[in-house]
């Protein structure tokens, strides 16, 4: 599985911004996804992830805010970001980890960039 994220950009604090993470290989529907970020000097932290049958889990952080889905059918998962904050200004990477745990698979980043 290879994964190519997409999305990100420039907005101003309140704005929205939908990323997407296309994956290619036939198992992907078998594979937990997640989003992560990584601000300057900070580490890269997990920002949410869904199972390969849809439970999904959000850093606190994030709740209410964002959305994780998948479309199994476009090997795609996305994120909806809405109401965005200076403070989520990252790049954003997406991961893939199989149902063993023995595959981490990441993408490129995508710059966010949230104006206030």
């Known amino acids: 599985v290879q994964l190519q994220a997409s999305g990100g950009g420039l907005v101003q604090a309140g704005g929205s911004l939908r990323l997407s993470c296309a994956a290619s290989?036939?198992?992907?529907?078998?594979?937990?996804m997640g989003w992560y970020r990584q601000a300057p000097g900070k580490q890269r932290e997990l920002v949410a992830d869904i199972t390969s049958d849809g439970r999904t889990n959000y850093a606190y952080s994030v709740k209410g805010r964002f959305t994780i889905s998948r479309d199994n059918s476009k090997n795609t998962v996305f994120l909806q970001m809405n109401s965005l904050k200076p403070e989520d200004t990252a790049v954003y990477y997406c991961r893939g980890t199989s149902y063993s745990g023995d595959s981490v698979i990441w993408g490129q980043g995508t710059q966010v960039t949230v104006s206030s």
């Open positions: 290989g036939r198992i992907f529907s078998t594979y937990r």
